[in-house]
């Protein structure tokens, strides 16, 4: 499989409904740096406690 992105062969692969996208270190690293830095993720973070213990 090659990276969605570039030629690179994948080394990573995402399924959503069926559907299966390659990504290559370099694009999937660049991907995780997006997320981190996104609204969405700051609000899950927000809601979900990783540090938390019971």
Known sequence: MQCHYCD???VYAA???GIKVGLCE???QERLEEL????AFKRIKDQVDVNRRE
């Not at 981190?36 to 609204?39: G, I, K, L, V």
């Open 8 to 10: 690179d062969d994948a």
């Open 15 to 17: 399924e959503s409904d």
């Open 26 to 28: 370099q694009h999937f």
């Open 36 to 39: 981190a830095e996104s609204d």
